[in-house]
T-cell receptor
Framework: GDSVTQMEGPVTLSEEAFLTINCTYT??????LFWYVQYPGEGLQLLLK?????DKGSNKGFEATYRKETTSFHLEKGSVQVSDSAVYFC????????????FGTGTRLLVSP | GAVVSQHPSWVICKSGTSVKIECRSL??????MFWYRQFPKQSLMLMAT?????????EQGVEKDKFLINHASLTLSTLTVTSAHPEDSSFYIC????????????FGSGTQLSVL
């Protein structure tokens, strides 16, 4: 079945450092790919998405490119801030229907001043 | 502010008791709500899809008699873990989909359940 694998955390960075959180997937068909973010005490929020190969999703300085050849959707940001500290979830839309999201384990990011 | 309110945030209960988790849609009516759970170091997994006024649809491997879902109104869905056991200890999250597409998917802040 469909699955998402993302790097274990926590990822600990200093402010203004470069961020990469790896995400790879296994799916039949052509899923859409997503990154969700969960800030402390809040619900998951959609951060960005890409719906087809080579699409780049971007939001709030974060970017991720849908790489079909490597089945990856790595999240990057050039300069992180303390306010980016959160848990990041990679997800894909299930091949059985758009309503089913398949998530990874989540990666906690801690940014220190 | 929060679009989806989920309560309680965390709960500790004794083995054999039942626990109810509420998920409220604050800003809109939602015919569909989803329940997820996440065991430690595992993926967030869909448990069931809750449809207002009808029976919930459970994912494979989820016991429908153990995880009772009630979606009696367009703004409230409840998940009751009946006769909870330590292996039910997990993080439970609800989500609400008032419209089409994943941009319209809103999540609660989650409930951490610990069964002693």
């Amino acid at each position: 079945g469909d699955s998402v694998t993302q790097m274990e955390g926590p990822v600990t960075l200093s402010e203004e450092a470069f961020l990469t959180i790896n995400c790879t997937y296994t799916a039949t068909g052509y899923p859409s790919l997503f990154w969700y973010v969960q800030y402390p005490g809040e619900g998951l929020q959609l951060l960005l998405k890409a719906t087809k190969a080579d699409d780049k999703g971007s939001n709030k300085g974060f970017e991720a490119t849908y790489r079909k050849e490597t089945t990856s959707f790595h999240l990057e940001k050039g300069s992180v801030q303390v306010s980016d500290s959160a848990v990041y979830f990679c997800a894909l839309s299930g091949s059985t229907g758009f309503q089913k999201l398949v998530f990874g384990t989540g990666t906690r990011l801690l940014v220190s001043p | 502010g929060a679009v989806v309110s989920q309560h309680p945030s965390w709960v500790i209960c004794k083995s054999g008791t039942s626990v109810k988790i509420e998920c409220r849609s604050l800003d809109f009516q939602a015919t569909t709500m989803f329940w997820y759970r996440q065991f430690p170091k595992q993926s967030l997994m869909l448990m069931a899809t809750s449809n207002e006024g009808s029976k919930a649809t459970y994912e494979q491997g989820v016991e429908k008699d153990k995880f009772l879902i009630n979606h009696a109104s367009l703004t409230l869905s409840t998940l009751t873990v009946t006769s909870a056991h330590p292996e039910d200890s997990s993080f439970y999250i609800c989500s609400v989909q008032p419209g089409q597409g994943f941009e319209k998917l809103f999540f609660g802040s989650g409930t951490q359940l610990s069964v002693l």
